[in-house]
């Protein structure tokens, strides 16, 4: 089976990417440092071809209502042009996916979840939307670019054209620009301030081109990890899956409380009513080696935890990991690296935001 | 692109093999396998001890994935490099030279025989890119 690949395929081995399968996209893992491209996004400005994620438009006159029933967080919160992140929950009140959800106008949303549950979330609205006056499409001639950094919103303002320039001037945190060739989020996967710009496949390359000449450093989705990893954000598949439940990993802010008409509500009352039993934690350890996906925690009391996301955090230089624990997890806890048990410590997320260290 | 020297041994996982004035050998890990991990951020140096060949004796940490060092041959780990403990990155910028990893004091010289050449090595990793 030949792999998929984005409009900027070409763009990326032109910049010497290393290119790698990425749940079937043949992606940039880096253009040569991954800590390069990471420090670049954290002092500087950095952009990322994130054209592999699904976007899906969504319309009709029960899209709202659709959209209450379907996702955990509260889309009644959203005014035109702004964006709210939530958890999609199967009836179990586990995690199907997690999405960023724009609101254009009234029932007329844009939606954006991960590549690899593609198939799985498509089917899922598929199920879902029946009973509803409503209707969605999946976007794949949209490129989606991320540009991240300090520094994004200015390099973004020099090369973009004057009309957007001057709505981008203006955008605050966690809304669109919704244009005719440009629709424009201040939005990302970083900790850092940027945007993610969705332009037509036909723009895409011109506009990375453009982005470059600006010294807009290309950057892989290695240094994606450690930047998201770093500001405590979760990635599907590894801080939470179709078995976790949201409230107990670290998002029972994006599970609206008040009504229970939404999938996975019912779990949710369930579980509070029988009692949450673990939480999300940041871990850091203190003396050298690297924290990975599925090391073992335990405390002193015996009671234990799983790191799910784990890596080097080039910030911090030390490393460091997101962490599923019983709820009662003590303080002096070790972790399991092969035949090693070695101290680390608690910490809140998150770990670095807006590129200040918290620990 | 990847480059290997002439005058060192290989094998199959990596590893180069130098044969020092003294009859000990120096290891590291390829140029080809530093590439293919990334930015390395921790080395777990091997135990000075005796192993057998192919034992795991050690780890290489990059950002993305960590990775086992084995001992390509059967002897004792008289060295290992102590700067890898505070610069890591050595194996990124210099795999044959201050990447170097351990020594080992070898049981028996014929075993060297068995190592992959230089002209071996540069076909296994020309067929795994194919």
């Known amino acids: 089976m030949s792999m998929n690949k984005t409009c900027l395929h070409q763009a990326h081995i032109d910049a010497g990417a290393k290119m790698v399968d990425f749940g079937g996209w043949d992606m940039p893992i880096n253009y040569g440092s991954q800590i390069e491209e990471h420090h670049a996004v954290r002092k500087d400005k950095g952009m990322f071809d994130v054209s592999h994620m699904t976007v899906i438009d ?40 997690d999405l960023i959800v724009y609101k254009r106008s009234t029932n007329n949303y844009r939606i954006v979840v991960n590549a690899a549950t593609r198939e ?28 991240q950094g300090p520094k994004a919103i200015a390099a973004c303002l020099e090369v973009l054209p004057e009309d957007i320039s001057q709505q981008l001037s203006e955008l605050k945190k966690f809304c669109a620009i919704d244009a005719e060739d440009y629709f424009i989020g201040r939005t990302g996967y970083t900790g850092e301030d940027g945007v993610e710009i969705l332009i037509s496949e036909d723009n895409a390359t011109n506009l990375w081109n453009k982005l470059l000449k600006a010294e807009v450093k290309p950057c892989g989705l290695g240094a994606r990890d450690t930047l998201r990893l770093e500001a405590g954000m979760h990635l599907y598949g590894q801080d939470m899956n179709d078995d976790i439940s949201p409230l107990e990993c670290g998002l029972a802010w994006t599970v609206r409380k008040e009504d229970v008409d939404f999938n996975g509500a019912e779990a949710m009352n369930q579980l509070r009513q029988n009692g949450i039993t673990k939480k999300m934690t940041g871990v850091v350890l203190t003396t050298r080696g690297i924290l990975r996906h ?6 002193e009391n015996g009671l234990t935890g799983i790191i799910t996301s784990g890596s080097f955090s080039p910030s911090t230089e030390v490393a460091i990991a997101m962490a599923i624990v019983d709820k009662n997890f003590g303080s ?18 998150p770990f670095v935001r807006n590129g200040v260290s918290n620990i | 692109m990847s480059y290997v020297l002439d005058n060192l041994k290989y094998t199959e996982s990596h590893e180069w093999i130098e044969k020092l004035d003294n009859g000990n050998v120096r ?35 990059s950002v993305k994935t960590a990775s086992d060092i084995y001992t390509p041959i059967a002897g004792t780990i008289v060295a290992v490099n102590d ?6 990155e050595l194996i990124n910028e210099s795999p044959y030279d201050d990447g170097w990893i351990f020594e080992m004091e070898v049981d028996n010289a014929d075993d060297l025989d068995d190592l992959l050449t230089a002209e071996e090595y540069r076909n296994s990793i020309t067929e795994d890119e194919d």
């Not at chain 1, 999946?138 to 991320?146: C, G, N, V």
């Open chain 2, 83 to 88: 700067a890898l403990e505070d610069a890591p």
């Open chain 1, 58 to 97: 969504l319309s009709g006159n029960e899209s709202e209502k659709f959209l209450l029933k379907l996702l955990a967080n509260d889309v009644r919160k959203l005014i035109d042009g702004k964006a709210l992140y939530s958890t999609m929950l199967n009836n179990n009140g586990g995690i199907i996916d």
């Open chain 2, 27 to 61: 290891i590291g890990i390829t140029e080809h396998a530093q590439s293919a991990l990334g930015d390395i951020v921790f080395v777990e140096l091997p135990e000075e001890d005796s192993y057998a060949t192919g034992d795991e004796c050690g780890v290489v940490e």
């Open chain 1, 332 to 349: 002096e806890v070790k972790v399991q690296i092969r035949k090693k048990e070695l101290p680390v410590k608690l910490v809140k997320l």
């Open chain 1, 294 to 299: 599925d090391q073992q925690l335990v405390d």
């Open chain 1, 120 to 147: 799985k979330d498509l089917a899922w609205f598929d199920q879902q939307i029946t009973d509803f006056d409503a209707e969605f499409t999946e976007m794949p001639q949209l490129a989606m670019i991320a540009v």
